[in-house]
């Protein structure tokens, strides 16, 4: 009798523990080490397979295999949705087709299809910031997944709080953010979710159902202000601002005394203030160099034209983008009610203070324009701000095409890391194209670095040091310059550095690939495998695997 009990039990035990071995080797889940979410997963499609026939007959696994030649882009979309449906409660979700907005399938430039869910939805509201890619392999098999989608959300399915009094508060938050009593440009107010403990990356389910209110500067009013803020619905607190500008630097722009028409116009000529002669400062797609500004005694109107051709032929001949936008520039064409508020194109603005002399010591991408000071005029910043635009354009959530907000990764913590992490290395690989040679130092045209890629804490910053790992004593965890994103950008643009050149560090000693090889390494992590609120652990993943799904391409 003991002995049957046992057996039985032994039984059991087999029995259980292959079907866990059959669902862990097929589907492999990885979790962040701070928050513990899902944030991607592999799948082993070969197991799955043979699992999933190991009891047909051989008529019927000759027509599965028949029906898997016959795989078709265009089924993946209903595959990703099948896929994901037979794993929505691991992955927090109840229903695949409501909840998961995809796009329309894009070929891998590496071979396969990937599938871009770009909108996370619950109760018909829009979840920000969330993504998640699914990647075929060739044959049509699921290859990965990358996951950044907010797992069992629970919100209350009204607001108690209106529209109008959500602009009211967002309004006068502004107003103490900026120091100003102007009256913003109001973008767009609507309902959303704010996955707090998604952006945060904190462990838990908090999901907030708050007014989305998208708040803007006017041109011309001396502030550089684009920013969504969030009003919880329910209480009327702003829990949080997230800025659709990426700044290069935290120096802030002095414009006090700037007017309107100090700034860079194409073909316009004026006569006002006074106290400057006439001149034409811009330069359009189709005018001829404008040589020295006869006021200034610059170049930069003719450098920047130049430069933005430079990198426009950069992205399109190592990437086949056509611009940031892929459509030709940076621009967003963004429409605030009937009028076309950006054109398409490039857009880039050089400024200057308005006294003779003194300038500026600011660039920055703003949805689509690119700021310049006359200082910042050089080629590895203008590459970096240019290469703000690829993540603002790759995460748009928007199904069809064209741009709302809010779009790129989230512009704090260690999204926004890598964000500036991305632009500070392709501002390199731009000068590289452009000079021959990558500099590994960020820098400003009047000689001063911003930022040292090759060690990272030689350069200060307000009275601390840029890290160079996470476990760095310069490592910042607070809220300044948007929870570290320039700070802690050098611990991934330091890791790119010894990837790419070699050298060593941390008690290893790392052989460089070159970068022909990061370049591309990174350029694919970002447009395939990042979700919109990429951590630096997720990241870890991802680049290993832009990695191995480039070897073997010429480089
Ligand atoms: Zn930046």
């Known amino acids: 009798m003991k002995r049957v009990r046992m057996l039985l039990w032994i039984g059991f035990l087999v029995f259980f523990s292959s079907l866990a071995n059959a669902k862990s080797t097929e589907l492999k889940v990885f979790r962040d080490k701070g928050s513990n979410r899902i944030i991607s997963a592999t799948y082993n499609a070969r197991l799955a397979l043979a699992a999933s026939i190991k009891n047909l007959t051989k008529i019927q696994k000759a027509r599965v295999k028949i029906q898997q030649r016959r795989w078709n882009r265009k089924d993946s979309v209903l595959k990703a949705d099948e896929f994901l449906d037979n794993n929505k409660r691991l992955l927090g979700l109840n229903n695949i087709g409501s909840e998961l907005l995809p796009k329309a399938p894009e070929a891998d430039p590496q071979g396969g299809t990937i599938v871009r869910y770009v909108q996370q939805s619950e109760q018909g509201y829009p979840v920000v910031y969330s993504g998640l890619n699914v990647r075929f392999l060739k044959n049509g098999s699921i290859d990965s997944l990358s996951v950044g989608i907010a797992p069992n959300i629970s919100v209350p399915g009204k607001a108690k709080i209106g529209k109008k009094q959500a602009l009211k508060i967002a309004i006068s938050a502004f107003r103490r953010d900026f120091n100003t009593d102007i009256e913003p440009l109001v973008v767009s107010n609507s309902l959303v979710i704010y996955p707090k403990s998604l952006i945060e990356n904190t462990p838990g389910n ?41 700044y ?50 610059y170049t930069d109107t003719d450098d920047m034209h130049s430069l933005l051709g430079s990198i426009h032929n950069y992205y399109l001949s190592k990437f086949n983008r056509d611009g940031a936008n892929n459509q030709g520039g940076v621009g ?19 400024y200057r203070d308005g006294d003779l002399g003194s300038h ?22 203008v590459g970096h701000e240019y290469s703000h635009g ?96 320039h700070i802690n950008s050098t611990v991934p643009s330091k890791a790119f550095y010894l990837m790419s050149e070699g050298g060593s560090f941390n008690g290893c000693e790392i052989t460089g690939i070159g970068a022909d090889k990061i370049e591309q390494i990174l350029y694919r992590a970002m447009t395939t495998y990042y979700v919109p609120t990429e951590t630096f652990n997720q990241a870890y993943i991802h680049i290993k695997q832009a990695c191995t799904t480039l070897i073997g391409n010429p480089l």
């Open 390 to 485: 690829i993540p603002f354009f790759t995460f748009n959530q928007l199904p069809g095409g064209g741009i709302v907000f809010p779009a790129g990764l989230v512009y704090s913590g260690e999204s926004g890391a890598l964000d500036e992490n991305f632009s500070d290395v392709m501002g390199e690989m731009v000068e590289r194209s452009i000079t021959g040679n990558a500099n590994w130092l960020h820098g400003m045209v009047n000689g001063s670095i911003v930022r040292n890629l090759i060690d990272p804490p030689s350069i200060s910053y307000e009275g601390s040091f840029y890290p160079d790992k996470i476990h760095s004593q310069w490592f910042y965890c607070g809220s300044y310059d948007n929870g570290g994103v």
């Open 360 to 381: 500026c010591s600011y660039a920055a991408f703003n949805s689509g324009i690119i700021n310049f000071c006359h200082d910042t005029v050089g080629t590895d910043t």
């Open 248 to 297: 290069l630097t935290r120096y802030v722009f002095d414009c006090t005394t700037m007017l309107w028409d100090t700034k860079c116009w194409v073909n316009k000529r004026f006569t006002d203030p006074p106290h400057y002669p006439e001149y034409v400062f811009g330069r359009g797609e189709t005018n001829l160099a404008r040589g020295t500004n006869p006021v200034f005694g």
């Open 206 to 246: 908090v999901s907030i159902l708050s007014h989305q209110v998208v708040l803007r500067a006017p041109e011309g009013s001396g502030i550089e202000a684009n920013e969504n803020y969030y009003v919880d619905s329910q209480s009327g607190e702003v829990i949080a601002r997230l800025s659709n500008i990426r």
């Open 332 to 350: 967003t064409g963004l429409y605030i009610g009937s009028v076309l508020y950006q054109p398409a194109w490039t857009f880039a603005y050089v």
